[in-house]
């Protein structure tokens, strides 16, 4: 079985702050690893993944996340905030197998920048 | 290349109705997943269907159902809808071949059950 958990339902910083949301996931097999955002009445878009190889992987709008399997984390960061990055993020990850594509959400963190 | 579009974008239906939303894939893409995310809740998986059969189902009763068709457009049906059941559903494509794990969604239908 695999899960995910997004500490902090709620994130807001400063425009131009650094921004870090967090992920733990929860995996018996190698995981692969998303984050996507989601505006207001809108579906989901694919910021980053992890699938193989590097751990630290970039993604669209300036973030990017670092797998560290010791810590079973996947945490997003961007170095500084831009009041477009508002919106609700969510961590997802998948099992490996062929044809198995099923993602498992986190609850989500809805990021607040401060202008 | 064209993006993944959901039909209808909103629906109102009353409690024991029957509703289906549809959703048309991105070309060669013969992988199609159902998502429902209540109010406030990450996407949570109805079920997934490759090349017209299904191939994986989450934590949902039988009244949870669907089609994929050769033209890479799918449905999910529900029936005898409860309150419970108002949520957003998005539907993901992917071409379903080793080594792609990368899903592309549409913007959801949005369903309030009455």
């Known amino acids: 079985a695999q899960s995910v958990t997004q500490l902090g339902s709620h994130v807001s910083v400063s425009e131009g702050a650094l921004v870090l949301l967090r992920c733990n996931y929860s995996?018996?097999?190698?995981?692969?690893l998303f984050w996507y955002v989601q505006y207001p009445n809108q579906g989901l878009q694919l910021l980053l993944k992890?699938?193989?190889?590097?751990?630290l992987v970039k993604g669209i709008n300036g973030f990017e996340a670092e797998f560290k399997k010791s810590e079973t984390s996947f945490h997003l960061t961007k170095p500084s905030a831009h009041m477009s990055d508002a919106a609700e993020y969510f961590c997802?990850?998948?099992?490996?197998?062929?044809?198995?594509?099923?993602?498992?959400f986190g609850t989500g963190t809805r990021l607040t920048i401060i202008p | 290349e064209t993006g993944v579009t959901q039909s209808p974008t909103h629906l109102i239906k009353t409690r024991g109705q029957q509703v289906t939303l549809r959703c048309s894939s991105q070309?060669?893409?013969?992988?199609v997943s159902w998502y429902q995310q209540a109010l406030g809740q990450g996407p949570q998986f109805i079920f997934q269907?490759?090349?017209?059969?299904?191939?994986g189902r989450g934590n949902f009763p039988p009244r949870f159902s669907g089609l994929q068709f050769p033209n890479y457009s799918s449905e999910l049906n529900v029936n005898a809808l409860e309150l419970d059941d108002s949520a957003l559903y998005l539907c993901?494509?992917?071409?379903?071949?080793?080594?792609?794990?990368?899903?592309?969604f549409g913007p959801g239908t949005r369903l309030t059950v009455t």
């Open positions: 269907y490759y090349r017209e059969e299904e191939n």
């Open positions: 992890y699938t193989t190889g590097a751990t």
């Open positions: 993901a494509s992917s071409p379903g071949d080793p080594g792609s794990y990368e899903q592309y």
């Open positions: 995996s018996s097999v190698p995981p692969y």
């Open positions: 070309s060669g893409h013969n992988t």
């Open positions: 997802a990850v998948s099992a490996s197998a062929f044809g198995n594509e099923k993602l498992t």
